[in-house]
């Protein structure tokens, strides 16, 4: 089959390689097209019940790692991809990332400092939009021994090879709510 690009005919039936195109790109309708190895992750904790001290402690950000017990299902990973140790994706191919997390918090106490906040991070970083700025959320914040309403992130993620993608909570100083674990959701894939 042959693939115009601008003004000149390739006979060949596929390209590899690095390849830069310019011009008009016209595919005729019986040619098909596919994103072949989409970058594709989903990870789910497995151990129950875990507080701040899981991840480093009140009053500061801690990154969700093996604690967690993840089971993860990836695709497309090649060297790169879902670590269960660290809780970490690191980007296989350069582009633009959809990324959720989410998970089942209980401020088990009759305080209402037991808050939290609930973020993604960019290497690392949770101020991670123009400017520096942190996307702040916080959930149960003022609840007395319940459960947050829906706890869920998500974010569209610009990362270049070997960027990592992770979520990382901050527990407030009353530091007795909780995790459930089997109840956590981190996924994510490239859009292109």
Known sequence: MSVYIGGQTLGASSMSGNLTLTGNLYLPSSYSTSIGSQPAFYAGGRTGWLYSSSFGGINQWGELGSAMAWQVTQQAAGSYGFSTSTGRYTAPVAGNYYIY???????????????IHFQLSKNGNVSWLPGGRTPYNIYSHGEKAGYADGIN???????????YVSIKPYWASGGSGRLYSDHTLFCGYLLG
């Open 153 to 163: 992130v998500s974010a569209i993620f610009n990362l270049s090879v070997g960027d």
């Open 101 to 115: 997390g989410q998970s089942y918090y209980l401020n088990d106490t009759s305080s209402t400092a037991n808050y």
